[in-house]
Every structure is written in C-alpha cells, then in structure tokens.
C-alpha cells in the first residue's frame, strides 16, 4: 500500500515509479477518489456538528415548554444525511484501497530500468567454474545413479514436479540447511524461528502475496495458506506492533518447506529439482528503520554470499531491472550460481530491500528515540539459501567421471565426516 497523502504531494514521481514498472499511471485517479472522500468527511462533519448544535437546541426548547418539532425533523433528516456520508466515505476508502493494494512497490532511483531479465545488470562474480574432462551430468542423473533421488515414485504419491530423496542425499538436504543456520545465527547474528507453514489471508496481504498472487499460493479447505517462503510469517512477526528505535534492527532465520503452485511454469525445468511443488529454503528477514535498510540490503546479500563462498560454488551477483523484480522490492540482488550441465548461472536466492511496502500493509512502526510519533519500519528478506538449489549445486560441480561426488569440506563435519559419495558397486 501507498500513502494516499504522499501521491496527492508527488503525484509525477509516483507515476514515473508505476512506468518504470510498465504500469499505466494512476495518480489522477487516486487523487480525484482522495478528494471525493475528503469533501465528504467535511459535509460529514458540518452535519453532525449541525446535529450536535440542534440536539442542544431542542433540549433547551422543550426545557422551556418552546415546540421544537421543525428543529426534530432537521434533526431526522441530517442523521439520513450523516449515514450516507458514512456510507460514501467507506465505499470511497474501499476504492482507493482496491486501486492501490493491487501495485507493486516503486523502484529505487538506483535499480536499472526495463522490461525482463534481459535488462539485468551484473555486479561482480565469485570463483570460476570448473572444468571437466567429460560431459558433465545433471543434478537427476547424478542423484539416480546413486540411488537416492526418485522422481517416478514422487510422481506416483503427488504428482509432477516432486521428489523423494532417501539416504545420503536426504542427509545432504538436512546438512546443508544445518550448516546454513549455523552460520547464520552464529556469525550473523539471526535469531532462528521456527514458524507456522499455515497462514491466513491477513498475513499472505502484508508481504504482498495477497490478492494479485493467489494462484501462486496453495489454499486449504479451511481458508489458510501453505507459505511460499518463510519470508511470510517471519516479516508478519512484527505486524500491528510498535517497536522501539533500540530494538532496531531485528534479523530472523527459519529452515521451512516451502510451497508454491508454480503457475504460468508450464514447460519450464520440467526435469529434476530446480521448480518444485514442495522445497526446502533457509530465509533470511531483517527489519530495520528506513536509515539502515540500504546498508542492511548490502550485509544480507553478503550473508548469503558467504554461504556459496564457504562451499566453494561459483556465482554471480545481479541487480535485477525494475521489470524483472518482485511486486513487493524497491530493489532486488539476485545470486546465481554456477550449474555446470546446464552451461549456466541459476538463480539460488533473492535478496529484496521492500522499503516500507509490506510495513504499511501490516501496519508495523518504530518510535524513533525522543520522538512522540511513529514510523513505518523497512522490512528485508533474502534466500539463506535455497536448499534443494543448493544440492544441485553440490552434486553438479562436485561429480566426478566414476560417478561419484566430491563434497565440500565445511559439509563434511555435517555428513559424519564423509568426503565423497560414491555410486552403489
């Protein structure tokens, strides 16, 4: 959501946010809605000053044994008025939200503008992707070779786009989500949460999943929401609530399945682990005040770095084009790692600075020190990373021509201090 009163004050800049995004401008009619409401809550509030006056009035005449019915009537007639004025004035706060709640976030002045990914721009690079004396494999054939990685089983309990992992992959699951909180909570300072997978209608609205992303979301008989990411009830943590300035900044971890319906991805990585159903993430979300979340924006994308650095996988960091972000970021660093059978970088994380966006939609402030009022907060959320991503990874640059594969050595103390996978004799 926006501030109606900052679009009435900015009404170009406000535009030139939606174009950025390839949106059609919208200030007018905001404004013109705005200033409908605001004529009526004035006639409201004459008439029931009105109102107020002549109830005096009629209570003073009949005191005095004076008729008081001309002033009665007046009185019956401005309640009529003063309910369509609520009325109106409800019906026109509904209108502006149901024209707003629908928009992304506005660009930072810095984020690179146009239409898709093609207008991405890359930042810096980590690492060099290894080279091989064979064709490499896949991250499926890899994990079938070894027995541990079903697909044909998965496809007969749930359908496509799921997988069963047993063995030594499901423990590599499991180490890497271990080995990714540890560092995150140890040496970065994120307090892990272990949140609900369930959430209502109000808490997919305040990131922004809700309305105009619902058929990307899992819905239950019951009305609640499967989590896409933990990104959702982390950042709602702070939802309705007013923080102090010292608590400032707040930083959560939590290692979750993950749930989306991967609409519109027809055809798209329809083999393997890259676009599932169901996966595993370890999200990052920060909430700060609106002076730290650029640099905030900066430490969480590192964070995340780290990880990929630690296993020795090489990537690229890009800032992604205002065409190419999601609804709720001003801006978005998108880490791509290195998959050798694909000849290419993939995304592995997203990290999202969303300003005061998702703060206003779950009405959550801060009271800055020696100050009466309040402010909105920034709220952050980046991949930790993306778990399932990341064992591709894993399996992808640590194959070896005899099928086994290498793995990193921080992963090693998580795997009982195993150092390769080998194929079944």
């Not at 922004?208 to 990411?229: A, H, Q, R, S, V």
Request: overall charge negative; aromatic content about 6%.
């Amino acid at each position: 959501m926006f501030d109606v009163r900052w679009i009435r004050d900015h009404p170009q800049e406000f535009d030139a946010g939606l174009a950025k995004r390839g949106l059609a401008a919208v200030s007018a009619e905001v404004i013109a809605l705005d200033g409908e409401r605001r004529a009526t809550l004035t006639r409201l509030q004459e008439a029931q000053g009105r109102r107020n006056d002549l109830s005096k009035q009629i209570g003073k005449a009949r005191a005095a044994g004076e008729d008081a019915a001309e002033m009665t009537a007046e009185v019956g007639h401005l309640k009529d008025v003063i309910q369509d004025g609520e009325n109106r004035s409800r019906a026109l706060d509904e209108e502006i939200a149901a024209l707003l709640r629908v928009l992304p976030n506005l660009p930072a002045d810095d984020v690179p503008v146009g239409e898709d990914e093609s207008a991405n721009v890359e930042s810096r690079r980590f690492g060099e992707p290894p080279v091989f004396d064979f064709a490499p494999k896949h991250h499926f054939e890899i994990g079938e070779a070894l027995g541990e990685m079903d697909f044909e089983t998965a496809s007969r309990l749930s359908g496509s786009r799921f997988v069963v992992l047993s063995g030594r992959l499901a423990r590599l699951e499991r180490a890497l989500a271990q080995f990714m909180l540890d560092v995150h909570t140890e040496e970065f300072g994120y307090l892990e949460v272990a949140p609900p997978l369930l959430v209502r209608d109000r808490t997919a609205y305040g990131t922004g999943n809700l309305p105009k992303f619902e058929e990307d979301l899992f819905k239950t008989t019951e009305g609640f929401y499967l989590i896409p990411t933990a990104e959702m009830p982390l950042t709602n943590l702070v939802r309705e609530r007013i923080l102090s300035e010292a608590a400032l900044p707040m930083r959560f971890t939590a290692y979750t399945p993950c749930f989306r319906s991967e609409a519109g991805a027809a055809g798209k990585d329809t083999r393997g682990m890259i676009r599932q159903h169901q996966f595993t993430k370890v999200e990052l979300v920060s909430i700060t005040s609106p002076e730290q979340s650029v640099e905030e924006h900066e430490r969480m994308t590192q964070c995340a770095e780290t990880i990929l650095q630690r296993l020795g996988l090489a990537y690229r960091v890009l800032t992604l084009c205002s065409g190419d972000m999601g609804a709720a970021a001003r801006k978005t660093y998108d880490i791509e790692v290195w998959l050798p059978a694909q000849d290419q970088y993939r995304e592995i994380s997203s990290c999202s600075n969303c300003g005061d966006y998702q703060a206003r939609r779950m009405d959550a402030r801060y009271r800055p020190e020696g100050e009466k009022g309040t402010r909105f907060v920034h709220t952050l959320n980046g991949s930790g990373l993306a778990v399932g991503r990341t064992l591709i990874a894993v399996l992808e640059n640590g194959q070896q021509a005899d099928g086994s594969v290498s793995l990193p050595q921080a992963l090693q103390p998580y795997m009982g201090g195993v150092a390769r996978l080998e194929p079944p004799a």
